[in-house]
C-alpha cells in the first residue's frame, strides 16, 4: 500500500475502513499502522467531511422535478436515436450478417468438401482392411 493508494481510498470511501473495498482493506490498515502524519491527517480530514456528511438532511426531492427530469431524459434519448449514430448501427448490423453468412458458407463447403475429398482414402483404408481379415488362398492349398 502506497501513500497515493490509501490518500485514493479515502477519498473514494471516506474514512470508515468498514466501506473500503474488502480486497484492500487489510492492506490499508496495515498501512496505517506505520503511515506518516500527512495521511494521519489526511483520514482524520475525511472523517471530518464523513462526519458533515451523514450529520447534513438529506434532500427531498419532489415528484414534479423528478416526473420533469424523467421525461427530459426520455425526450433527449428519442432525439439522439433518430439524429444520431442509427444509420451506423444499421452499417455494422449489414456487416455483421455478412460475416455471419460467410462464415456458416464456409463450414457448409468445408464439410461437404471434406467428405467429398476423402471418401477414396476412406474406401482404400476399407479394402485395406478387408484384405488383412481375409483368407489367403496360400493358407487353402498349402
Known amino acids: 500500500m502506497t501513500p497515493d493508494r490509501f490518500n ?24 496505517l499502522a506505520t503511515a506518516p502524519e500527512a495521511t494521519r491527517a489526511a483520514l482524520a480530514e475525511a472523517d471530518e467531511i464523513d462526519a458533515l456528511l451523514h450529520g447534513s438532511k438529506a434532500p427531498v426531492v419532489s415528484m414534479a422535478l423528478r416526473d420533469r427530469v424523467i421525461a427530459a431524459a426520455a425526450e433527449s434519448g428519442l432525439k439522439a436515436g433518430r439524429t444520431g449514430r442509427r444509420w451506423l448501427d444499421r452499417i455494422f448490423l449489414v456487416a455483421g450478417a455478412g460475416w455471419a453468412a460467410a462464415a456458416c458458407a464456409g463450414v457448409v463447403a468445408g464439410l461437404g468438401l471434406t467428405t467429398h475429398l476423402t471418401a477414396d482414402a476412406q474406401a482404400d483404408a476399407v479394402l485395406y482392411q478387408a484384405s488383412l481379415d481375409a483368407v489367403d488362398d496360400t493358407e487353402w492349398v498349402g
Request: aromatic share 12%; net charge negative.
Open 8 to 31: 485514493a481510498l479515502i477519498d473514494a470511501y471516506g474514512a470508515d475502513a468498514r466501506r473500503w473495498p474488502v480486497s484492500e482493506r487489510a492492506a490499508a490498515e496495515a498501512f
